[in-house]
């Protein structure tokens, strides 16, 4: 190793260096850079390590690599592109559990759980006695009776316990232990949850908000993602004074709603609410002044205040009660509004909270922002859905404003276009990351025309379709574009002959020919029987990604059918058509009838997968 200019730096400042930045990142960053420092990661005893995002082998790479009780956080998942990390750490290191003595906090994301890990994982948790924080995400369970009870049981009881969309499990002997809860109804169990401090309602239609809130009198934040409406009873806020985060959406705001029904002004301790209404009647709700007043008076702490409101065009607004300097000096808390030409509504929200994506269809009229460079920098989404018509007519002008800090861009094309240099005019296009194509199948569409488009994005490389190319749509083409290595395929349909679509197979030999992630969706999953040799670029592919949708409207006894036939074509799938296909080594997990595949090396001798005893052999988890 040759010399590394933090050698010249000593250990604590290297040490305070390592508190700012992701234990992953640490390792990955610096490991091997010299022996200076390498003796200085042996000795660091404080990584906090999150997974979510990592691949089964980087999992595995860092992990082999550092002492377990140096291991302070620990964030596992099977989610997309991980590979079923979570499997191989119980298989793999459950040997090695009790070294985990200094793990101060666990979290599990996205995680399909079978009897078998559940009895692994309980093993675990009897070894994991310094735990202080378990934060379950997204936790389901198959064939496991005690949902989850006998797992809570062996937890330190000192340990607390956040849980998001976990609605397998239960949660009545929690009751001093959780302290935070995400989910699509509540049930409570009619007793006082005195360590809850955090709640996020998904659905008020089977929860009364109400009940809960007087079991919660120690609350301290409260995030309501759904609409409270006309037929969901008024929330009482006066039931939880200790809020100091508030969220929440409703119909028809007034300042009497606010103060009389809900109780809003009672919440002393508030440090930042949101609030979001589609409609309102009362005029002062948007009045700078009036708000000023009711802030002023209600929350002495609150930092930040965000808002979304929207009303008809035919009222006149002017923004000059929210240019006072409680506004823009005390606060800096800025608006703006926008113009929806479709709806002819007008929209008077906060930047940048409620300013990520701009449409085409909307106009921003005026803003408090100090520059509009504040404005789009915050901006990462361009929806250009009627960019473009078979005439080449823009239905819309955009404003005289360039946005520098697109990602992601949607644009609808219906026919051949010549709109590059409005859109060079427009954005940035060497910001743009993904782009995502609505072609209107009524038209044959140019996909030359299309890879010119794209050349003029050099970071481009995922691309989602929502119809299938046309023949004539790619004859003419020689060479495609070889950036893209990620893609979103329409859905897999029926068609009329029970065929794959005719589309399938030139996207990857003629558009897009360096495909290495690809991402369908499949409604008759039995079409994926005909996925052969020449269909995916097998050689080239790193992860598969199936999702499948059931159907609408079915019967319960139909549902379970559906269930039925999708886990017999999974085990086909799995065990006879994608090794012989492939002929590559592969994990896979299986979240919510999604499958994520993620391939290995390529198996060159065929005769293994002669013999079914030799396919069982394929790496699955």
Known sequence: MLFFAFDRLPVELILMIFQYLPGNDIFLSFLNTSFYINNILKSYNKYSLNFISSTREKFDYILSNIEFNKIISLTLSNGE???????????????????????????????????????QLIEAFKQFQNLRLLYLNQISLIDIDDCFISAFNQLNSHCLIKLNNCEQLNISSLSNKLQYWKSNCFNFYRQQWTCLRGIKLKDLSRTSLNHLLHLTPQLISLIIECEIDKNTSSPNFRLVPNLKQLIFSCQNLTFHY???????????????????????????????????????QSFSYLIKFDFYFKYSYKKSLSLNTFRTQFWLEDKKWFVALCHCQYSNNLELFTVPCFNTTIKLSQSIIDTTSPSFEYLTSHIHRFDNSCLIDKNNNYDILLDSHRYEYIEILDIIIQNKFDSISWLTDKLNLNSIKIIKLDLLCSWIVDYKQILDLLEYMPNVFKIILNSWPKKDSWLQIKKG???????????????????????????????????????????YPELCYQLDKYTLPWKNLSSLQIKYFFSNNITEDEDEDEKNRYNIWKEIFLNEILPIQSQRNFTFTDVDNKLNIWFGEIIENEDKFQNNNQIEKVFCY
């Open 81 to 119: 592109l991980t590979g079923g990390q979570f499997n191989l750490f119980l298989s793999k290191y459950s040997s090695s559990f009790y070294l985990f003595n200094n793990l101060y906090s666990l979290t599990l994301h996205c995680i399909q759980m079978k009897k078998t890990e559940y009895i």
């Open 481 to 523: 574009n070889s950036r893209i290595n990620s893609i979103e395929l329409p859905a897999l349909h029926k068609t009329n002959d029970n065929r794959l679509p005719s589309g399938l197979k030139p996207i990857f030999s003629y558009l897009f020919p360096s495909i290495k992630h690809i991402s369908m969706y499949v409604h």
């Open 258 to 296: 606010l103060i009389v029904e809900i109780g809003l002004d009672t919440l002393s301790k508030l440090k930042h609410l949101q609030i979001k209404c589609n409609a309102s009647t009362d005029e002062l709700i948007f009045n700078g002044d009036q708000w000023k007043i009711f802030l002023s």
